[in-house]
Nanobody, 115 residues
């Protein structure tokens, strides 16, 4: 079974930065497509960023220019570098992996942007 474990969430001031990590196990990591989603209270889950196993990236409009997704296949880890954080970035951030139409989810890590 594929397992995804997020880390790096926490409290940060507006304008600050945070880096999230997602470690995968139970699968050959380099075969996975990876993504970050987030969900704020009362809001639907939304795509933040994705990176395919081939390295192609995609970003949600609300984070373009501020966030960057990357992966380190040797460490079985995908990262989300978040810069210029805003209060509206506050959410639970979920790691996602997919192979074709099969999806896997981590438990999420809380990011709170507040002064």
């Amino acid at each position: 079974q594929v397992q995804l474990v997020e880390s790096g969430g926490g409290l940060v001031q507006p304008g600050g930065s945070l880096r999230l990590s997602c470690a995968a196990s139970g699968v050959i990591f380099s075969t996975l497509n990876m993504a970050w989603y987030r969900q704020a209270p009362g809001k639907p889950r939304e795509l933040v960023a994705s990176i395919t196993r081939g390295g192609s990236t995609n970003y949600g409009n609300s984070v373009k220019g501020r966030f960057a997704i990357s992966r380190d296949n040797a460490k079985n880890t995908v990262y989300l570098q978040m810069n210029s954080l805003k209060a509206e970035d506050t959410a639970v951030y979920f790691c996602n992996a997919w192979i074709a139409a099969v999806y896997y989810w981590g438990q999420g890590t809380q990011v709170t942007v507040s002064s």
